[in-house]
């Protein structure tokens, strides 16, 4: 049987979100590495929007497919300003990397600008 969990989040834009949004997918998806790569990747993508854009709130999309292992994830925030992942980050910055690492580890991911924002998307299956 083929089962797919979905989360909605909309919270403030603040650094306490990070942590919420990471909680929410921890709780939606088994134990894993999917699991451990979203909850890092969702991490950089609800910071970014928190520290670098000036939205008053971020919101936050899971779908996971409990059958194939694919989480999908969206982070939504004001900014109209095209995100790109450098490759230029210092390894030893204290930021910098969000897109980086998610450019990384995720098996896809890209943006969709909206009328009031964009929307940064990822997603990522389970290994073989």
């Known amino acids: 049987m ?6 909605h989040l909309h919270l403030p834009a603040c ?13 939606l998806v088994p134990a894993g590495d999917v699991a451990d ?6 991490s950089e993508a609800v910071a970014n929007a928190v520290e670098h854009t000036d939205s008053d709130q971020v919101r936050v999309l899971f779908d996971h497919d409990d059958a194939s292992g694919e989480l999908v994830c969206a982070v939504r925030d004001s ?4 995100p ?9 910055a204290e930021n910098g990397r969000g897109l980086d690492l998610i450019d990384t580890l995720a098996d896809a991911w890209g943006y969709l600008p909206d009328s009031q924002g964009k929307w940064i998307w990822f997603s990522l299956t389970a290994a073989a």
């Open 2 to 7: 083929r089962v797919r969990r979905f989360a």
């Open 15 to 27: 650094k306490r979100s990070v942590g919420q949004a990471r909680r929410a997918l921890a709780a």
């Open 37 to 42: 790569s979203g909850k890092l990747m969702v």
């Open 79 to 82: 900014s109209t300003h095209t």
């Open 84 to 92: 790109v992942a450098t490759g230029a980050a210092a390894t030893d």
